[in-house]
């Protein structure tokens, strides 16, 4: 049982956080197939390891911050101006190449739909503040930390002169669907592809 009669302290996060790397991972479910290039565990969880230990890439601990109850990392996030997303998506690529080489290629031209939906995917505006991802530990859900690192994220934006804040939501989870909507995040459009069907979701901050 996590107590949290401390407060929630949200962080910078480090590049060495295992939880860290293994949380923004878990945020992207399927999609992380396609970027790893594998659907293999232990080359899934040890590319993902490597963008969040390195830099410039999407994923980096660059980009994000960890919610610790009582020093234990419980939640992450990442965010980032949709810009500064743009402009990182080329890096990410090369990072991803570079760590997977032919089996990153062999895997995209056996799963070219998978590929294409990545590549066209246009998730913000570039007037937003971007959500790229959210998780946290399952034994913390119900303690509120998915709220309190949104509500971070927000002042992040709120900081950076931005007054709208976006994200992106697969259709067939409910649950997360139901938190961003109840805290002021509404549907500004769908984003349909072969491979996935996602809600794109804004709030006004201000």
């Not at 480090?14 to 992380?32: F, K």
């Not at 505006?125 to 790229?132: L, P, Q, R, V, Y």
């Not at 669907?177 to 769908?190: D, T, W």
Request: glycine share 8%.
């Amino acid at each position: 049982m996590i107590s949290v009669e401390n407060a929630t302290t949200i962080l910078k996060a480090d590049a060495r956080s295992v939880i860290g790397a293994r949380l923004n991972q878990m945020a992207l479910e399927y999609m992380a197939y396609t970027l790893a290039g594998s659907e293999k565990k232990s080359v899934v969880s040890g590319t993902f390891r490597k963008l969040w230990k390195g830099s410039e890439n999407r994923f980096s601990h660059q980009y994000a911050f960890e919610a610790r109850v009582n020093g234990q990392t419980l939640g992450i996030i990442t965010c980032y101006p949709v810009r500064v997303l743009r402009r990182l998506a080329w890096p990410t690529f090369e990072q991803l190449l570079a760590y997977r080489k032919w089996g990153l290629i062999g895997y995209s031209l056996r799963h070219v739909t998978s590929l294409y939906s990545m590549i066209t995917l246009k998730e913000g505006e570039d007037d937003e503040f971007h959500i790229g991802t959210i998780a946290s530990l399952p034994k913390s859900r119900g303690l509120g930390i998915g709220s309190r690192l949104l509500a971070f994220a927000e002042k992040q934006a709120i900081l950076q002169g931005f007054i709208k804040c976006s994200l992106t939501v697969k259709k067939e989870n409910e649950l997360a669907f139901k938190l961003y909507n109840r805290i002021g995040y509404q549907i500004a459009g769908e984003i349909n592809k072969p491979a996935f069907s996602l809600y794109r979701m804004v709030k006004v901050l201000v």
